[in-house]
């Protein structure tokens, strides 16, 4: 009998983890836009959190999860997190993944907000690295489709039966099966200064929304507080384990940035740091990371003290490392239930570009990789309990191009559009001019470029619209009320 086929979109952790479980009993093809290493997956440098020693319990990982997310999150979901999480650790030990040891004991780090150190690491600095390739490297049954874009969710009977993809010579091609997992990740390069790989600006989001999936909480979008910043560009994260290990946020004059706004200092939830650290900018104030605390730095941060070489910072003399915010993690996305089910029949949504509530209005540090981990695996065990009816290959036809009636913004003036209307902290005056502004542009697929501005153009829309919705800041989203210059 043939098997069921399961087309996967995204290779990061999410994607590969759900492909790993599911290769042996399905014909699993994974659809990816660069190359199978393009991921935020790969870039993640603090680690993943999990309530693994005998003094920590999930109970008290739910409870700063809770408070990180505002109380917005929802409390089955954050449970299945943070009970389910350090049981798909276990697995992942057993099957020969390894984190950071010394001395047989895990090396936990501690990050913002949480209460002890539950951070595990591999590489000292390259979790998201060994993670993903450990995943990866066992996918000895799936079929690849590297460099292919998908810009649509083929649908039949209000099912989700395929995906159309344009190849880098923008070459249409449609794949077929019983079972679509969006796994695209997020959407921080609709940002100008962002962490995200140049792969991540909200292409599953926008699937999504033209196949009729519900989104939601997306105004919630979190800002990191430390990418490197040299010469008005940003090169990458600075993780906040740095912080963790004593490193602090000062001026160019030397002074504690952090001391007197919250009890927390330097690990305040990411929110409050970001908000700070822009306010500081605006000032006209340069921010840099302070590391003479900071005990074995480069044997702690390998890749990040390779980095600041690569860009010729003199941090070893000088113990500075200049900082500022950026785009970096989505909590909304498309709403699933805990299997990562959407409200349309056979489209599933898993990892970052999924929302199950589990981040609420702000992400606690380090759980987003164990997000993918826990509904990767969720995912597949769901799909394993339900078969669905195999169907003949779909005659549904490939989407048509679209004519243009209006070319489509440059990429890089929406960036900057989009920084300014629905960056830290946003205005209802610029959000509403936003959004009038986005209506001079129509959606194109002709090319992948016309393709992923589209994208970017309808979901920096809808983040607009849910951001003037909410009136009163919460979490992520800050909005200056009563200000409409
Ligand atoms: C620099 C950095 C550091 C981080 N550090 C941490 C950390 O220490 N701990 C933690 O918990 N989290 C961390 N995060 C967040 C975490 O890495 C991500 O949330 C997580 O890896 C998302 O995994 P994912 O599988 O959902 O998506 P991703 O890993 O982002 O993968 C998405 C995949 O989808 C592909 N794709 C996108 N659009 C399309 C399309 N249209 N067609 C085909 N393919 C497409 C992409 O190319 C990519 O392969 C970090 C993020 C960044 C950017």
Same mark, same amino acid.
């Given at each position: 009998?043939?098997?069921?086929?399961?087309?996967?979109?995204?290779?990061?952790?999410?994607?590969?983890?759900?492909?790993?479980?599911?290769?042996?009993?399905?014909?699993?093809?994974?659809?990816?836009?660069?190359?199978?290493?393009?991921?935020?997956?790969?870039?993640?440098?603090?680690?993943?959190?999990?309530?693994?020693?005998?003094?920590?319990?999930?109970?008290?990982?739910?409870?700063?999860?809770?408070?990180?997310?505002?109380?917005?999150?929802?409390?089955?979901?954050?449970?299945?997190?943070?009970?389910?999480?350090?049981?798909?650790?276990?697995?992942?030990?057993?099957?020969?993944?390894?984190?950071?040891?010394?001395?047989?004991?895990?090396?936990?780090?501690?990050?913002?907000?949480?209460?002890?150190?539950?951070?595990?690491?591999?590489?000292?600095?390259?979790?998201?690295?060994?993670?993903?390739?450990?995943?990866?490297?066992?996918?000895?049954?799936?079929?690849?489709?590297?460099?292919?874009?998908?810009?649509?969710?083929?649908?039949?009977?209000?099912?989700?039966?395929?995906?159309?993809?344009?190849?880098?010579?923008?070459?249409?091609?449609?794949?077929?099966?019983?079972?679509?997992?969006?796994?695209?990740?997020?959407?921080?390069?609709?940002?100008?200064?962002?962490?995200?790989?140049?792969?991540?600006?909200?292409?599953?989001?926008?699937?999504?929304?033209?196949?009729?999936?519900?989104?939601?909480?997306?105004?919630?979008?979190?800002?990191?507080?430390?990418?490197?910043?040299?010469?008005?560009?940003?090169?990458?994260?600075?993780?906040?384990?740095?912080?963790?290990?004593?490193?602090?946020?000062?001026?160019?004059?030397?002074?504690?940035?952090?001391?007197?706004?919250?009890?927390?200092?330097?690990?305040?939830?990411?929110?409050?740091?970001?908000?700070?650290?822009?306010?500081?900018?605006?000032?006209?104030?340069?921010?840099?990371?302070?590391?003479?605390?900071?005990?074995?730095?480069?044997?702690?941060?390998?890749?990040?003290?390779?980095?600041?070489?690569?860009?010729?910072?003199?941090?070893?003399?000088?113990?500075?490392?200049?900082?500022?915010?950026?785009?970096?993690?989505?909590?909304?996305?498309?709403?699933?239930?805990?299997?990562?089910?959407?409200?349309?029949?056979?489209?599933?949504?898993?990892?970052?570009?999924?929302?199950?509530?589990?981040?609420?209005?702000?992400?606690?540090?380090?759980?987003?990789?164990? =997000?993918?981990?826990?509904?990767?695996?969720?995912?597949? @065990?769901?799909?394993? &309990?339900?078969? $669905?009816? +195999? *169907?003949?290959? %779909?005659?549904?036809?490939?989407?048509?191009?679209?004519?243009?009636?209006?070319?489509?913004?440059?990429?890089?003036?929406?960036?900057?559009?989009?920084?300014?209307?629905?960056?830290?902290?946003?205005?209802?005056?610029?959000?509403?001019?936003?959004?009038?502004?986005?209506?001079?542009?129509?959606?194109?697929?002709?090319?992948?470029? =016309?393709?992923?501005?589209?994208?970017?153009?309808?979901? @920096?829309?809808?983040? &607009?619209?849910? $951001?003037? +919705? *909410?009136?009163? %800041?919460?979490?992520?989203?800050?909005?200056?009320?009563?200000?409409?210059?």
């Amino acid at each position: 009998m043939k098997k069921e086929r399961i087309i996967i979109i995204g290779s990061g952790i999410a994607g590969s983890l759900a492909a790993l479980r599911l290769m042996q009993d399905y014909d699993v093809t994974i659809i990816t836009k660069g190359t199978k290493q393009e991921s935020n997956s790969m870039l993640a440098q603090g680690g993943v959190a999990a309530a693994i020693t005998k003094d920590d319990s999930p109970k008290k990982h739910f409870r700063d999860t809770f408070q990180a997310g505002c109380y917005h999150n929802k409390p089955l979901a954050v449970c299945e997190l943070t009970t389910y999480g350090p049981i798909v650790i276990q697995k992942l030990i057993k099957e020969g993944m390894t984190f950071d040891q010394q001395n047989g004991e895990f090396l936990l780090g501690l990050e913002g907000a949480h209460q002890m150190p539950r951070i595990l690491h591999a590489g000292g600095d390259q979790t998201g690295k060994v993670l993903t390739t450990f995943i990866q490297n066992q996918l000895t049954a799936v079929q690849w489709r590297e460099q292919e874009m998908a810009i649509q969710i083929i649908k039949q009977d209000h099912q989700a039966v395929g995906v159309c993809c344009l190849d880098s010579n923008n070459q249409l091609h449609n794949y077929y099966g019983e079972h679509i997992i969006l796994a695209t990740g997020g959407l921080g390069q609709l940002f100008p200064v962002t962490t995200n790989a140049k792969t991540i600006s909200g292409d599953g989001l926008a699937l999504a929304l033209n196949a009729g999936a519900t989104l939601s909480d997306m105004e919630f979008i979190q800002f990191h507080p430390t990418l490197l910043f040299i010469d008005g560009h940003c090169h990458g994260l600075i993780s906040e384990a740095v912080r963790g290990e004593g490193a602090k946020l000062i001026r160019e004059n030397g002074t504690a940035i952090m001391e007197g706004v919250h009890p927390l200092l330097d690990l305040a939830p990411r929110d409050i740091v970001s908000a700070t650290l822009a306010n500081e900018i605006a000032q006209g104030e340069l921010i840099f990371l302070e590391i003479t605390a900071v005990k074995n730095f480069e044997s702690r941060f390998p890749g990040i003290s390779a980095s600041l070489d690569n860009h010729q910072v003199p941090f070893r003399k000088t113990k500075r490392i200049p900082v500022h915010p950026g785009a970096h993690f989505l909590m909304g996305g498309v709403r699933t239930d805990l299997h990562g089910k959407t409200n349309i029949k056979g489209l599933y949504a898993i990892g970052e570009v999924a929302n199950t509530g589990v981040h609420g209005a702000n992400r606690l540090a380090s759980n987003s990789l164990l =997000e993918t981990l826990v509904f990767g695996e969720k995912v597949a @065990a769901y799909i394993q &309990a339900n078969p $669905a009816k +195999k *169907r003949n290959q %779909s005659v549904t036809p490939a989407p048509t191009k679209h004519l243009l009636a209006h070319p489509l913004p440059d990429k890089q003036q929406l960036q900057e559009k989009i920084g300014i209307a629905l960056g830290i902290t946003r205005t209802e005056e610029k959000l509403t001019e936003f959004l009038h502004w986005t209506n001079h542009f129509e959606q194109a697929n002709g090319t992948c470029e =016309e393709a992923e501005i589209s994208n970017m153009l309808l979901v @920096a829309k809808l983040i &607009a619209t849910s $951001a003037l +919705k *909410r009136t009163e %800041s919460l979490g992520a989203h800050r909005i200056l009320e009563g200000v409409t210059k």
